[in-house]
């Protein structure tokens, strides 16, 4: 059984400033958004459109707005809503973790829906343009929960060879390195069959819509092999809240995916 290396959360100390692991997956996240976004309006149909880099890197500025906020509101409302209504200072309280890509999602598009009004795009258009480029960066995240050695997965076989005791984790029971599924699944595979699927130009929201259904199939599988929250278990039917957070996911990528049939 493989045991988790338990890597320090600094990357690099320089004097009193410590660059995290964290913050450098964050920077190769938004790396790969501009290098890939700026591929995407080379597109036929996004050049003539008028989508130029500079485009690209005011969406990052709007993204990470609605990653931040819709991130953290999303945890509160979703998996701790009691806790933050008696607590609600808490709320801001950033730095002690709590962050929900459900959440984010919604953030990220309230984000885009103001950028697409400020800009007199359709919506779908702009959400269209960036999502091939999301599933690098939820890669990234990945990378940085296995370094950081949390969200572990399940009790997993100890005769598996990528079977990884989480000392984190408080008991030394083989689990699931559930981040790395998840690098591997919503991570590099989305990536690779969104990318494909978006080189030719489609009806409008259908990008986006395969988006929301690859996710949501990825991340639902997953997470049979992620340990639930603590403070959540499992809900009804034996899904997790990450799993029921899917199923709308799912079904709007689905909607968005047929609506799109026959448009530019």
């Keep these: 059984?493989?045991?988790?290396?338990?890597?320090?959360?600094?990357?690099?100390?320089?004097?009193?400033?410590?660059?995290?692991?964290?913050?450098?997956?964050?920077?190769a996240a938004f790396g790969l958004f501009i290098w890939l976004g700026a591929r995407r309006v080379k597109l036929p149909h996004f050049a003539q459109a008028g989508w130029t880099r500079r485009d690209v890197e005011d969406l990052l500025f709007y993204g990470v707005l609605g990653v931040v906020i819709g991130g953290r509101l999303g945890y509160v409302l979703f998996y701790k809503p009691g806790y933050y209504a008696a607590n609600p200072l808490e709320i801001f309280a950033v730095w002690k973790g709590g962050m929900a890509f459900h959440g984010g999602l919604l953030g990220v598009l309230g984000a885009m829906a103001w950028f697409a009004r400020a800009k007199g795009r359709p919506f779908l258009n702009v959400t269209d343009l960036i999502a091939p480029c999301v599933p690098t960066g939820l890669a990234s995240g990945r990378i940085g929960n296995f370094i950081n050695g949390e969200l572990w997965g399940r009790a997993a076989d100890p005769s598996l060879p990528w079977?990884?005791?989480?000392?984190?984790?408080?008991?030394?029971?083989?689990?699931?390195?559930?981040?790395?599924?998840?690098?591997?699944?919503?991570?590099?595979?989305?990536?690779?069959?969104?990318?494909?699927?978006?080189?030719?130009?489609?009806?409008?929201?259908?990008?986006?819509?395969?988006?929301?259904?690859?996710?949501?199939?990825?991340r639902f599988i997953a997470e049979y092999f992620r340990e639930p929250d603590s403070f959540l278990g499992l809900l009804a039917l034996n899904m997790s809240m990450g799993q029921w957070l899917c199923v709308p996911m799912i079904v709007a990528g689905g909607w968005l995916w047929w609506r799109g049939r026959g448009t530019t």
């Design 1 to 27: 059984m493989l045991v988790h290396p338990q890597f320090s959360p600094i990357a690099l100390q320089l004097g009193p400033v410590a660059i995290h692991w964290y913050g450098l997956t964050y920077l």
């Design 163 to 218: 079977a990884m005791r989480f000392p984190q984790s408080g008991t030394d029971i083989a689990r699931h390195p559930s981040p790395l599924y998840q690098f591997a699944l919503e991570g590099l595979l989305l990536f690779v069959l969104l990318w494909w699927y978006a080189k030719k130009r489609r009806g409008l929201g259908q990008v986006s819509g395969m988006f929301l259904i690859g996710y949501g199939v990825f």
